[in-house]
């Protein structure tokens, strides 16, 4: 796959439906995923465990990204083959997940997304081993007296130089400002939170003269809060998150892929089927989903190799019934 632009490339990932297969969980959480299956969480079932998932057949036409975290870049298959050449040939870009995680904000419980420092030098490796694009997940808590406009305005900040600076290194910046489900605050308070950080990041990347053409936003979307007990439903969770990126995301960003944030896989792609099926956007509303897409998988696999292909199956499936969510084209009756 060759490009000639930043814009290629992103209008590439999230072309004709496609979304991302976000696999770039650290290593610490990947060994939480694990252990909810009683697999132990080495380098060699870290490698394994993404290996099929890169060589799953549906991978093919469905995943136009796929994130990965810094020890996952450099791993190879069983076979000798690396697992960014996997990736490439499924038809898929590699990316590589850049931030180095979250630092308290002094005694609050906010935190700022670190990572900017020796950022050029690390990009520059990444991309020698052929990541094209990255990203940076800033987090952005609900609750009382929060998020605080320091919070927002340090994180966007951080997100925007980031972006800046990944620019320069010829990768397209993946920016994710995500406000937490986690809460039983109102999809009314979910959607303010969203509002603020949607409008102060897009000023921010404004300012550091980002290239809109070759950004990708990962957004949350706009829910109630998970242990609200009154929670939005479908249309309401669809409408509330178009409203809300069209009052701040400009018309020129190629992609919006969400974040699925602890949503069930079915109505990750539920939500995000009904947005599509509303449409009026410029931008394609696709998916850059972490759980979303591998619960099932995980469950199927189990840590043994006899269940790789019931594993690989199950991430098919997800994969292809985000593809056509992300067309408008999905119904609950293709999920059996
Ligand atoms: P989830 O879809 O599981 O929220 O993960 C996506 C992700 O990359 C979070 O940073």
């Known amino acids: 796959m060759n490009f000639s632009s930043l814009s290629e490339i992103a209008s590439y990932i999230v072309s004709d439906g ?37 060589r799953s057949e549906g991978m093919k036409g469905n995943i136009g990204g796929v994130i990965l975290f810094d020890e996952t870049i450099r791993q190879n298959a069983a076979d000798g083959t690396s697992l960014v050449d996997i990736i490439t040939s499924q038809g898929s870009i590699p990316g590589i997940k850049v931030d180095k995680g979250l630092q308290q904000i002094g005694d609050t419980e906010e935190s700022l997304t670190q990572g900017l420092e020796g950022l050029d030098e690390r990009l520059k490796e990444y991309y020698e081993i052929g990541a094209k694009f990255t990203k940076w997940r800033a987090v952005i808590s609900i609750g009382e007296g929060m998020p605080s406009s320091e919070a927002i305005s340090a994180n966007m900040e951080a997100l925007a130089e980031y972006a800046k600076i990944v620019q320069n ?5 993946m920016v994710e400002p995500e406000v937490l489900m986690d809460g039983n605050h109102s999809i009314d308070d979910c959607f303010e939170a969203t509002s603020r950080c949607l409008d102060t990041l897009f000023a921010c990347l404004l300012d550091k003269e980002v290239d809109i053409k070759g950004t990708i936003l990962k957004p949350n979307m706009v829910t109630s809060g998970s242990n609200n007990s009154d929670q939005a439903n479908v ?46 956007f410029n931008w ?18 189990m840590g043994k190799k006899e269940n790789a292909i019931l594993a690989q199956q199950a991430l098919s ?3 292809l019934m985000n593809k056509l969510a992300s067309e408008g084209k999905w119904d609950i009756s293709l999920e059996n």
């Not at 290194?169 to 910046?173: G, K, Y």
Request: aromatic fraction near 8%; hydrophobic fraction near 35%; glycine fraction near 8%.
């Open 18 to 54: 496609k979304g991302i297969l976000a696999a770039d969980e650290s290593n610490p959480t990947c060994t939480k995923r694990f252990d909810s299956i009683g697999v132990e969480s080495t380098e060699d079932n870290r490698r394994d465990y993404r290996e099929l998932l890169f």
């Open 169 to 173: 290194n010829n990768m397209v910046p």
């Open 235 to 280: 249309e309401e969770v669809a409408q509330k998150t178009i409203d809300c990126l069209k009052a701040y995301v400009p018309d020129n960003l190629p992609g919006v892929t969400f974040l699925s944030g602890g949503q069930s896989d079915i109505d990750a792609t539920a939500h995000l089927d009904a947005m599509n099926k509303i449409g009026g």
């Open 284 to 301: 394609k509303l696709s998916f850059s989903y972490g759980r979303a897409l591998q619960q099932p998988a995980l469950k199927a696999w």
């Open 317 to 319: 499936h997800r994969a």
